[in-house]
């Protein structure tokens, strides 16, 4: 009875209130759990792009260092983490320095952040894999079958919680493609566009990560609602958006609305379903309503200056116009790398984030691969 009440505290933390993040219920849960096992010093859950085979570390509970911060990983490199996924089974480690494993990298990590023991369950829905939780222990020994048989129950809310984050944001990203294709905006916008947009945001936020103190939930969402910048433009009639020539003054003002329109869509959506206040849609909100903003305020809707534009924006700003400018359009040839990062360059501080001009000019062999990725993806 007793396990079950406690069970029932770790449901009502992860359940506590739909507007906080999932890195914030984590914590909660992980206070809960704490309360009957002291051992679990660390919980953690990362997740699976099964399109890139990458495994990425989202959110984090930790009572020391965070072994795994701003990680990301080929899961078809990680054999053991592959079986469990393939098989479903979880798996115990009780003295990871004495752990014959062929994932050395790792385990030093965890060593280093003085884990002694670990447990790993991998996170389906559906019957799909989405990703693993793990958990860790200072103490040698710590997941004995007891304890993994009586944290269970808490490994599935933890489980629970991340699929239902998983899955709102999927149905976002599902209902604003849907409009992007009944609206044709992917004429221009391509697929291939907004991917490859997306990989150079997550690549500047990664990188920027460090320094800027952002979290690997902040570069996920960011990575995951950088391809809805441009929602707003359903409201552009085609003669606008699709017009061979110049736009002409009256025009471009309608043009510039998208984002204004992007934004009222951004808050229906919200209100839809009901995440209003979640701090993925803070992301997507920003995404939206600062993607044209410029560093010296000369950009749109609100001629925003410097730090007013959300980290969020400056860095869709960059990834937006370096895809832009090397893509080929109908009315322009495709830019050399070389050509776009000048142009990059010579904007740096005026109408782009000068930290995110510099580290993306530095990311060149990561974006060379991602053209090189995603072409061929748009190929096959
Ligand atoms: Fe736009
Ligand atoms: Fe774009």
């Avoid at 030093?108 to 369950?121: I, N």
């Avoid at 566009?193 to 320094?211: C, G, K, N, S, V």
């Avoid at 000369?298 to 200056?305: D, E, K, M, T, W």
Wanted: proline share 4%; aromatic share 8%; hydrophobic share 40%.
């Amino acid at each position: 009875m007793v396990a079950g009440t406690k069970a029932m505290e770790t449901v009502k933390a992860g359940f506590r209130s739909a507007n906080q993040g999932l890195a914030e219920r984590l914590a909660c849960l992980h206070d809960e759990i704490k309360q009957d096992f002291d051992g679990v010093n660390r919980i953690a859950v990362a997740v699976y792009d099964q399109r890139t085979d990458l495994l990425r570390s989202f959110v984090d509970s930790s009572e020391g260092d965070n072994p795994f911060e701003h990680t990301m990983a080929r899961l078809s490199e990680l054999k053991p983490l592959l079986r469990l996924a393939k098989t479903g089974g979880r798996r115990v480690v009780n003295d990871l320095m004495n752990h014959q494993t062929s994932m050395p990298a790792h385990l030093k990590r965890l060593l280093r952040g003085g884990y002694m023991s670990s447990y790993t369950c991998p996170i389906v829905h559906r019957k799909d894999f989405q990703g693993f939780l793990f958990l860790n222990s200072f103490q040698v020994g710590y997941f004995t079958p007891d304890v993994v048989r009586r944290l269970r129950p808490h490994c599935e809310v933890v489980c629970l919680n991340t699929v239902m984050e998983l899955e709102t944001i999927r149905m976002i990203q599902a209902a604003v493609r849907t409009i992007h294709q009944l609206s044709q905006v992917r004429d221009e916008e391509t697929g291939g566009h907004l991917e490859r947009m997306a990989r150079y945001a997550r690549i500047i936020a990664q990188r920027l990560a460090p320094q800027q103190g952002l979290s690997d939930e902040f570069v996920e969402f960011l990575y995951q609602f950088a391809p809805l910048h441009d929602v707003g433009k359903v409201a552009v009639p085609d003669n606008i958006l699709f017009k061979a020539g110049r736009l002409d003054p009256a025009e471009w003002e309608v043009m510039k609305g998208h984002v204004a329109r992007g934004i009222a869509v951004v808050d229906v959506m919200a209100e839809t379903f009901n995440v209003v206040g979640a701090p993925y849609m803070r992301v997507l909100r920003n995404v939206v309503a600062h993607h044209h903003e410029c560093i010296d305020g000369s950009g749109y809707p609100a001629g925003l200056v410097g730090g007013q534009i959300s980290l969020e924006g400056r860095i869709c700003a960059v990834a937006d116009v370096f895809d832009a400018l090397t893509s080929r359009r109908p009315y322009k040839d495709a830019w050399s790398n070389e050509d776009a990062i000048a142009y990059l360059v010579d904007q740096r501080g005026t109408r782009f984030d000068p930290d995110c001009v510099d580290i993306f000019q530095k990311s060149m062999a990561a974006v060379v691969d991602i053209q090189r990725r995603v072409a061929e993806v748009e190929i096959d």
